[in-house]
């Protein structure tokens, strides 16, 4: 009885180990990751992105409902291809890197999961400008592999809009035709090379 016990309880265990170790925590590869937003200026839309950044993903490509993930922008980063533009984000009126240097994410949950499309929604606190807003991302999976050097990568990216308003970042100027100078609603595109650190 005692040894029908003992295999009983191995066999469970072999089952549950490629479950267990199936999840992995990957580092963001900043060189193939991408941080981009746009946001309306007048009639058409103004691109920039963040140039510093770094962030974590543990992931278990057959139980996405376990996901977290985190990261860290550096604020003063911004960059729209424009220095006197990317000084005025910089100062005050916007971000005011000096006294806000971070803008971070800590995932809270993930739902809506489609396994064969390879999306969910993640959610997750957003702190930026010194304030703290929940947010969610329409997020995808887009596989995991080994590069010719033989580490283990994996694709993912994530899209959402966020109300800069909602951050306390109001700065704006009207215009004749009485509209405004700039939008309020900033639509933000991550693309994310992760890797397993050796």
């Known amino acids: 009885m005692r040894n029908t016990h003992r295999a009983a309880v191995a066999a469970i265990a072999l089952l549950l180990a490629p479950i267990a170790s199936s999840a992995a925590t990957y580092k963001v590869d900043k060189s193939h990751t991408n941080v981009a937003f746009k946001v309306r200026h007048l009639f058409t839309n103004v691109a920039g992105r963040f140039d510093s950044f770094e962030g974590a993903i543990n992931f278990d490509p057959a139980d996405f409902s376990s996901a977290k993930v985190t ?100 700065w704006n100027e009207t215009l004749d035709s009485g509209g405004l100078l700039i939008g309020e609603e900033v639509d933000v595109e991550i693309n994310v090379e992760g890797f397993i650190p050796q």
């Open 71 to 170: 990261g860290t922008i550096d604020s003063a980063s911004i960059n729209t291809a424009n220095e006197k533009r990317d000084a005025h984000l910089k100062n005050a009126d916007f971000f005011d890197v000096e006294n806000h240097p971070k803008i971070t994410f800590e995932s809270t949950k993930i739902d809506a999961i489609d396994k064969a499309k390879k999306t969910a929604k993640l959610h997750g606190n957003l702190t930026m400008h010194g304030i703290t807003k929940p947010i969610v991302l329409d997020v995808a999976y887009l596989g995991t592999g080994k590069d010719p050097w033989g580490n283990t990568r994996g694709g993912f990216t994530a899209t959402t809009t966020i109300n800069r308003k909602d951050f306390d970042i109001n």
